[in-house]
């Protein structure tokens, strides 16, 4: 399967998984958030396949770091920039600018236990296919 084809079924994946768990939490969510679950998981499949051999608990907590920048910057433009107000931390404890705080983060790497397990069963897919499927 060729990436760009490959990065759009994840993006996918990613963007209605997001906007489904903003629902089921928030009971509402914003196109923005399916655009950023699509950008996170694309960002956390392609850092999985290539640091294979991390233990879990570094696996969680890097994707934790890298769902958390990943939201910081789109809450900076969603939010900061273009004042949509899809969500606001500022009540939390250790904010940053009301769009990142340490509770949502601890979320995020919690999260990260099966969107690890997801990601090792679609590479092992992708690996089976490019085998059956040899490129000329």
């Not at 998984?17 to 679950?37: D, F, V």
Request: charged residues 20%; aromatic residues 14%.
């Amino acid at each position: 399967m060729n990436r760009l084809k490959s990065d759009c079924i994840l993006f996918s994946i990613g963007g209605v998984g997001y906007a489904l768990l903003e629902i089921l939490w928030r009971r509402k969510t914003h196109w923005t958030m399916a655009l950023t679950g699509g950008t996170c998981f694309v960002s956390l499949y392609r850092f999985y396949q290539r640091h294979s051999k991390m233990k879990l608990v570094s696996r969680c907590l890097s994707g934790s770091a890298i769902i958390t920048f990943i939201e910081f910057f789109c809450g900076c433009i969603v939010n900061l920039k273009y004042k949509l107000n899809v969500w606001d931390y500022s009540d939390c404890r250790y904010n940053l600018k009301g769009q990142v705080c340490p509770f949502y983060s601890t979320l995020w790497a919690l999260l990260c236990i099966p969107l690890s397990a997801l990601c090792n069963r679609i590479n092992k897919r992708e690996k089976s296919l490019a085998e059956f499927h040899p490129r000329p």
